[in-house]
């Protein structure tokens, strides 16, 4: 029943960073108007907006005009849920879990935003470095030395990666969004933590790189939001970062 009632309130949830990532980038309020198809502009029905759900029975478009609805809609939905139901599989009901939920919930709009616009906005980093200070210290999930190194550590780190590209490569390889949402994602997870997700998420843009390039999506030079992937390395972490630290440690 517990998961049950997480699953549904990541649906819940989901649905409301659908419209984050639709309307904050085009600075729109969050609350009024309320939903309704970005084509006709007509009000959603309650009944055509429940979560994955009314985007299967309507076949994926708006029941007024007949347009397509994105297929991103229902991901973020199935995918926040996912998300807070394998925190709580790993952390229970507990400070850890509250902490690192509300730090997903900001990872899922800064990826789909930084995709598809190529920015990682202040106002989404922002409060989550604010929250992040406020809720692992008073939670005790980490000590104010470690949160403070933690926001540290990743944004030096990234500044050095992006000012290294940039001599080498002649040309920005790393913007300060990444510096500013690395710093925000070590104040939740520590110095241990920053590394392990910057690691992952190098080694998950090199895949997707590689790929990019082998099927000829990709051709040298271009450029790939990165904030994705450092949400992707910090989601590894939460989930299994401690039992693959341990199996790495156990190798030596």
Known sequence: ?????????????????????????????????GSHCPSCSKPIRVYDNVPVISYLLLRGRCRDCGTSIHWRY???????????VGLYLRYGISAEFLAYGILTLFLIPISAIDL????????????????????????????????????LSGGVIVLLIALFGRLIFKKESM?????????????YVGVIGVLFSLFF??????????????LKKLRLGDTIP???FIAIGTLVYLLWGESLLGWYLGQF
């Open 74 to 84: 229902p991901l973020i939905e199935a995918l926040t849920a996912l998300c807070l």
């Open 226 to 228: 990165f904030g994705p």
């Open 175 to 187: 913007g300060m969004g990444d510096v500013k949402l690395l710093v925000s994602i070590g104040v």
């Open 201 to 214: 998420g190098i080694l998950a843009a090199a895949i997707i790189v590689v790929g990019g390039l082998l």
């Open 116 to 151: 598809e616009k190529k920015l990682i906005l202040n106002r989404l980093t922002v409060p989550c470095f604010i929250l992040g200070a406020v809720l692992v210290i008073a939670l005790h999930v980490e000590t104010w030395t470690q949160a403070l190194l933690g926001a």
């Open 1 to 33: 029943m517990i998961i049950a009632g997480i699953a549904l309130l990541g649906l819940i949830l989901g649905s409301f960073l659908n419209v984050v990532i639709y309307r904050l980038p085009i600075k729109r309020s969050l609350i009024h108007p």
